[in-house]
């Protein structure tokens, strides 16, 4: 027996498993995911400024908490909005240790198959699936594919989240300002209630004018409360995105919606810039990559055995001598011979190509939608701010002077100051508007919109994993 084991020693020193051993030692990659998420996030910042973490220890967590705690402490703005969700969304998050996953695959894809050693009383044998190796660089390359592919495809969802933050936040913002809108409303119709009792009091009013005044007020106050809640439901659905809970629930945000830009960025190449630059795909474009290099491996090698076993044995012969030498064990593909993996692979190479197909004809869609509700929703909104509002500012003002002169009644006044107001809601709901279109062509065409100012982050965590100060 120590014979044997003694040949299998010197054989693995000098022959070509142990070739084969040196090899899969040097070729491994790395299980460390942290450079293909730095990678990524590069990427992403290039597109759109923003610059994700990925918080994986105790100690970087920590970190995390804190400055989304320091930045809660003030009134937030739509950026700060996002970068909160950046740090601690948690969907986002788990969506980042996808790319652990296929860094971890990867550097599985790059080890070859342990050698098996087999022991009996009478034979001692070591054999090494020769085939394994053959196709390693092979299965090194899908991979690696599938890596890239997974980037995109989380760099997508980045890009993603962060416009539905943005969305969730301008709502938000017009909410509030509905609301007071309404509240405003109310004290109207409430004076105009009391009004008609007063009248109704002193016999100048019937009783079905008063009911119909206080009938409308009562009406108000319903459409208050539902405005409530709906600011309610627009705060959670923040505290969704931005991943919080608890004390961190009370925070304040900046009044009003963001003034509009001078201008908007030209628009006529806005689909070509989609298809270049949207993650998602770039991510479609890289399984149809994935598929095609597995279809041409099984192409390749449907006629190879399907395992090549080399190795060593050692056993006793009939009169107890021990007789040690190689060993070759070959699977002949004589009933298989990977058809119905090629078929599979050719269907999903189609399906793969139509679905590319069909996320670019959507992609051009949705970026034509997005510019043509931008550029509608910013003249209507510039037809309030600039035509209509200030012309029922100037019926008021008017209605006003002749109510002094008792030329307008209390009812004609407050109708028209009723009316400016439902003029400003409308203003503040076109205004809305504008942004989110703005927001939904940025993730249209998955990057940033025309010449602004990039959004930054301090970077939490080096390249090395060690935490950092923050300022």
Known sequence: MNDALSYIARFLGGSLLGSVALFGLSGCASTNPRPAFLDMRQKIAARSGLTPEWPRTAEETEVTRQVVHDLLAEPIDVDT???????????????????????????????????????????????????????????????????????????????????????????????????????????????????????????????????????????????????????????????????????????LAEKGLPSLPDTDPQVELFEAVALEQRFDIAAARKGIDQVARALALTKGTRFFPMGIEIGIDSEKDIDGARVTGPSLEIQIPVFDQGQAAIARLESQLLQSQRRLENLSIHARSEVRLARDFMIASRELTEYYRDRLLPQRQQIVQLTLEQYNMMLQGTYDLLAAREREVETERAYIEAWRDYWIARVELERALGGRLGPSTPQTSSRLFSTDEKKEVLP
């Open 81 to 251: 909005a996002v970068r909160i969700a950046l740090l601690n969304n948690r969907a986002l998050l788990a969506s980042f240790e996808e790319i652990g996953i296929s860094q971890a695959d990867l550097a599985q894809a790059s080890r070859i198959g342990n050698p098996a050693f087999h022991f009996t009383r009478a034979e001692v044998g070591l054999a090494l699936d020769f085939l394994d190796v053959f196709i390693l660089p092979l299965k090194k390359k899908l991979a690696s594919v599938e890596l890239e592919r997974t980037k995109l495809r989380v760099a997508d969802e980045v890009i993603r989240l962060a416009a539905e933050v943005k969305t969730a936040f301008y709502e938000l913002l017009a909410s509030q300002e509905l609301l007071e809108r309404l509240e405003l409303m109310g004290e109207i119709r409430l004076a105009a209630s009391e009004f008609a009792a007063l009248q109704e009091q002193a016999g100048n009013l019937n009783e079905l004018d008063l009911e119909q005044h206080s009938a409308v007020y009562n009406q108000i106050r319903v459409d208050i409360v539902k405005a409530e809640l709906d600011l309610r439901r627009r705060r959670e659905a923040l505290n969704r995105y931005m991943g919080l809970w608890g004390e961190e629930i009370h925070w």
